[in-house]
């Protein structure tokens, strides 16, 4: 069984001030984890991706994000917000085995200020 | 490269009139989703594909919908007869294969079943 949370459903910040979007997993297996974007009226497009390899994976647009198992986490993040940034973002969770089972979270809201 | 092309991007209809949507999906990916995304549910998974073969259908709300995939390059959502409350953007995406791959999601369909 596998489930993905994202912990706010919107976040506002102003541009030029830093970026934090919450994400918890479950896995039964060693996970993939991904983010995607979607603008309005589009649809989503990957940000990053992680498959085990380095837990701190680099995106597009300047995201990045980290992996800790300890804390079944997978928050995203950017140092500087921009006002191209304000989208959805959605956490994605991949399982093993021979059918890709992917879980999506509910999504956050990203506000921008200017 | 082209991404996912889906068509058509709007469609206005009336209740009970069949509605067919269509996917290409990215050259070489053996898999392929149909997605459904509304405001009260978020994205939800209609079904997968896998080398052009039905692997999961369990989110197909009910038998008004069918999905058909003939070829590697072609799939169709098919609702027959549609009601108002399929009302929804719906969403194709594919990827390279099965396990853990990202998913490349077309831009969507916007559907108004009046």
């Known amino acids: 069984a596998q489930s993905v949370t994202q912990l706010d459903s919107h976040v506002s910040v102003s541009e030029g001030t830093p970026v934090l979007l919450r994400c918890n997993y479950s896995s039964s297996y060693s996970p993939s984890l991904f983010w995607y974007v979607q603008h309005p009226n589009k649809g989503l497009q990957l940000l990053l991706k992680y498959t085990s390899a380095a837990t701190l994976v680099k995106g597009i647009n300047g995201f990045e994000a980290e992996f800790k198992k300890s804390e079944t986490s997978f928050h995203l993040t950017k140092p500087s917000a921009h006002m191209s940034d304000a989208a959805e973002y959605f956490c994605?969770?991949?399982?093993?085995?021979?059918?890709?089972?992917?879980?999506f979270g509910t999504g956050t809201k990203l506000q921008v200020i200017p | 490269d082209a991404g996912v092309i889906q068509s058509p991007r709007h469609e206005v209809t009336e209740m009970g009139q069949e509605v067919t949507l269509r996917c290409k999906p990215i050259s070489g990916h053996n898999s392929l989703f149909w997605y459904r995304q509304t405001m009260m549910r978020g994205l939800e998974l209609l079904i997968y594909f896998n080398n052009n073969v039905p692997i999961d259908d369990s989110g197909m709300p009910e038998d008004r919908f069918s999905a058909k995939m003939p070829n590697a390059s072609f799939s169709t959502l098919k609702i027959q007869p549609s009601e108002p409350r399929d009302s929804a953007v719906y969403f194709c995406a594919s990827s390279l294969t099965a396990n853990n791959q990202p998913q490349h999601f077309g831009d969507g369909t916007r559907l108004s079943i009046l």
């Open positions: 994605v969770v991949s399982g093993a085995g021979g059918y890709q089972k992917v879980t």
